[in-house]
């Protein structure tokens, strides 16, 4: 079933520009807070607490200007001592539960508080002119919770929640549905805050008593007006959001888009065989920046192998064309001479013919050990013992005429490399010198930092100025009459190399002296 859905999607997954997929990931992230503030009520939620904060300041101006007219209350109240504090609000439309709608007052009361009364009527003119401008329901409740204007007139709310609190000392604001909300704009299901009305209950205090209560509720501002009120700020907020969203993807495309782009073409130059141009970015990024040193190293070594290739295959066509013509008109002369040849002439013919494919079948097994050297990938784990290849191998080459001689300290750790791999260069070595008329092999090694080197000496005839640029290039050599296939040192060299080694020509005034540096193994020393 999820395989089938990964298809189905793959199939009508559109193929994007990565311009238009940063594009549009940023366009969603800048939509996420005007999401929240609309599905998440961040905004609508503000709106409410205004309108409870509004609630709030009307009934504390209301109840302090009814606490200055109740009868025997002083004519000045008493001063505030210490800072003023913005009281904080309580309703949230997150955590606040929404009561049903406000009961009617009941007609089970206590006498009318006269005093109260008394007060309704003085304060009634400041009630109908702030309820005029503020549009808030305001009541005024005596010491017994019963309403002394508005609807209910003469019933008693003191048995409903807030009013009760109020009654004791405490001003409370509650949340209860709004029996009579119509709905007004065609989008208004979105707001949760539609339906309902804020209720706001707060004590009127005189001689330090509570002698009644002020009543206050409201609908909140409609979520859709306050956006329109607001739309100048949240046009300004949307054209900034989207032009920095324009910045954001210029940067971006910039930094990593054009990046992509120009190794792409130059990706799509080095498979037509041309040359790779890389321009690289003016605004650095720091995986961009590797990613254009990892692909200029990849495209010098393509082309070093390519030329490598090119010089291999050509080489190689000139060593095997001298012995196949050779091989090819000894096979002419004697199918059309045989007859008539002597004996001696035929077996001179025979001989070349073997000694040519002798050297093809040189040819073709150090190709094989090249290919192979070039080919291998260590898996880290060999390791050779430096002092016994060394001892094993002086021991086989040595002679009345060629000496080896092995100077290396008491220990030496292992290296990491196959022992045959360090046999076939160390053989390679020395059979150089002995062709080359050496006498003598001083074989030196030593550590330095975290690798063994080894220093081969001879006392040869050495190798001339013009070669030894060429020394380690597969076929080159100045022995090949004496059967040299100038390949023992390329191999040598790639073996070193595969191992992450290396091999070098020293310069000596005597003889020729290479040196071969392979890494330590951990872990293991050989004495």
């Known amino acids: 079933m999820i395989a089938a859905f990964k298809r189905l999607v793959a199939r009508h997954w559109p193929v994007l520009r990565f311009r238009t997929i940063i594009f549009g990931t940023l366009l969603f992230v800048a939509a996420l807070p005007g999401a929240g503030a609309v599905f998440l009520r961040v905004y609508e939620n503000a709106l409410v607490r205004r309108t409870e904060a509004e609630l709030v300041a009307q009934g504390a101006a209301l109840a302090a200007g009814a606490s200055i007219l109740w009868p025997g209350a002083e004519s000045a109240p008493a001063r505030i001592a210490g800072p003023y504090e913005e009281p904080a609000t309580e309703?949230?439309?997150?955590?606040?539960?929404?009561?049903?709608?406000?009961?009617?007052?009941?007609?089970?009361?206590?006498?009318?508080?006269?005093?109260?009364?008394?007060?309704?009527?003085?304060?009634?003119?400041?009630?109908?002119?702030?309820?005029?401008?503020?549009?808030?329901?305001?009541?005024?409740?005596?010491?017994n919770g019963v309403v002394l204007n508005g609807y209910g007139t003469g019933g008693s709310l003191a048995s409903v929640p807030e009013v009760a609190a109020a009654l004791r000392g405490q001003s409370t604001?509650?949340?209860?549905?709004?029996?009579?909300?119509?709905?007004v704009y065609p989008l208004e299901w979105l707001s949760r805050a539609s339906s309902i009305r804020l209720h706001h209950a707060r004590p009127i205090r005189a001689g330090g008593q509570v002698?009644?209560?002020i009543l206050l509720s409201r609908s909140p501002r409609s979520l859709f007006k306050g956006i329109y009120e607001d739309r100048g700020k949240i046009a300004l907020g949307i054209v900034l959001i989207f032009g920095m969203l324009?910045?954001?993807?210029?940067?971006?495309?910039?930094?990593?888009?054009?990046?992509?782009?120009?190794?792409?073409?130059?990706?799509r130059s080095m498979a037509q065989g041309r040359a790779a141009i890389l321009d690289r970015p003016s605004l650095q990024v720091v995986e961009i920046r590797a990613l254009y040193d990892d692909f200029e190293a990849m495209a010098d070594a393509i082309a070093k192998r390519s030329r490598y290739l090119r010089d291999f295959a050509a080489a190689l066509s000139h060593e095997f064309k001298t012995p196949l013509t050779s091989i090819s008109g000894a096979i002419e002369l004697l199918?059309?001479?045989?007859?008539?040849?002597?004996?001696?002439?035929?077996?001179?013919?025979?001989?070349?013919?073997?000694?040519?494919?002798?050297?093809?079948?040189?040819?073709?097994?150090?190709m094989m050990e090249l290919?192979?050297?070039?080919?291998?990938?260590?898996?880290?784990?060999?390791?050779a013992d430096v002092p016994a290849t060394l001892a094993k191998l002086a021991d086989s080459y040595r002679s009345a005429a060629f000496n080896i001689r092995v100077d290396s300290p008491g220990a030496l750790p292992a290296v990491r490399m196959d022992p045959v791999g360090l046999e076939t260069i160390t053989a390679t070595i020395i059979d150089n010198a002995r062709q080359a008329g050496a006498s003598l092999l001083l074989i030196r090694t030593r550590r330095q930092h975290d690798q063994v080197v080894i220093e081969f000496a001879d006392n040869g005839s050495g190798i001339a100025e013009g070669d030894r640029a060429r020394l380690f290039e597969p076929f080159f050599t100045s022995k090949r009459d004496s059967g040299g296939t100038g390949m023992g040192l390329s191999i040598a060299r790639s073996l070193a190399e595969a191992h992450g080694g290396r091999i070098d020509l020293l310069e000596t005034s005597e003889g020729a002296c290479f040196a071969l540096s392979l890494a330590e193994h951990r872990g293991m020393t050989a004495a």
Do not use: C, W
């Open 173 to 183: 604001t509650v949340l209860r549905r709004n029996a009579s909300y119509r709905q």
């Open 91 to 143: 309703v949230d439309l997150q955590s606040t539960v929404i009561l049903p709608e406000r009961p009617a007052p009941s007609r089970v009361h206590p006498p009318v508080d006269e005093a109260a009364l008394n007060l309704e009527r003085s304060i009634a003119p400041a009630l109908a002119e702030t309820k005029m401008v503020t549009l808030a329901s305001i009541q005024i409740l005596d010491r």
């Open 246 to 267: 324009v910045i954001l993807s210029a940067v971006l495309a910039r930094a990593i888009v054009r990046p992509v782009e120009s190794l792409s073409k130059a990706t």
């Open 335 to 366: 199918e059309d001479h045989g007859e008539t040849m002597s004996e001696s002439e035929r077996q001179r013919f025979l001989t070349n013919i073997t000694a040519d494919a002798d050297r093809l079948s040189r040819l073709v097994r150090r």
């Open 211 to 213: 002698v009644g209560a």
């Open 371 to 383: 290919a192979k050297a070039d080919m291998g990938v260590p898996d880290g784990t060999e390791q």
